[in-house]
Each structure stands twice: as C-alpha cells, then as structure tokens.
C-alpha cells in the first residue's frame, strides 16, 4: 500500500518539487508562508493589556450584564 501511494505521489508531483519522504514534517512546512495575524486575536490581546478596571471585551461576540443576561449594544438596538 505504501508502495502504490509513493507511486501515484510521483505521478502526480513534478520530480522537481518531489520532497525527500524521509524529511521531518517541520522542514516540509518551512516554505509555506505564514498567514497573517488574526485581528480577533490581536484585539483580544489589546484588551487583556488595558488595566482599565471598566472595559468591555467586544471580542467574545455576545454579550452579558453583572446578572448574567443578555446585553445588546444600544447600537445594535437602533
């Protein structure tokens, strides 16, 4: 079975971009650029930084009071 996969893996790659099977998978993913940064990870990182005692995370998408229920934004609401 592992036979036939190196097989059609062959067939279907350009000898040229073939990569040694041998290579730890680390290596393989270097070429692959990386994507770039999530804004809501950013944002949320940006909020656990501010020593603001009365911010609000806008970032969790729903929203509560001090009692637990749901708070819509008065922006929303309009």
């Not at 996969?5 to 998978?25: E, F, S």
């Not at 270097?30 to 990870?41: C, E």
Request: proline residues 12%; glycine residues 2%.
């Amino acid at each position: 079975m592992a036979d036939r996969v190196k097989q059609i893996t062959a067939h279907l790659t350009p000898r040229d971009q073939l990569y040694n099977m041998a290579q730890p998978t680390a290596q393989i993913w270097q070429a692959v650029p990386l994507a770039p940064p999530d804004s809501i990870f950013k944002l949320t990182a940006a909020y656990k930084a501010d020593p603001f005692p009365q911010k609000i995370n806008l970032g969790v998408g729903a929203y509560r009071d001090d009692d637990n229920k749901p708070w819509v934004l008065p922006v929303v609401k309009k």
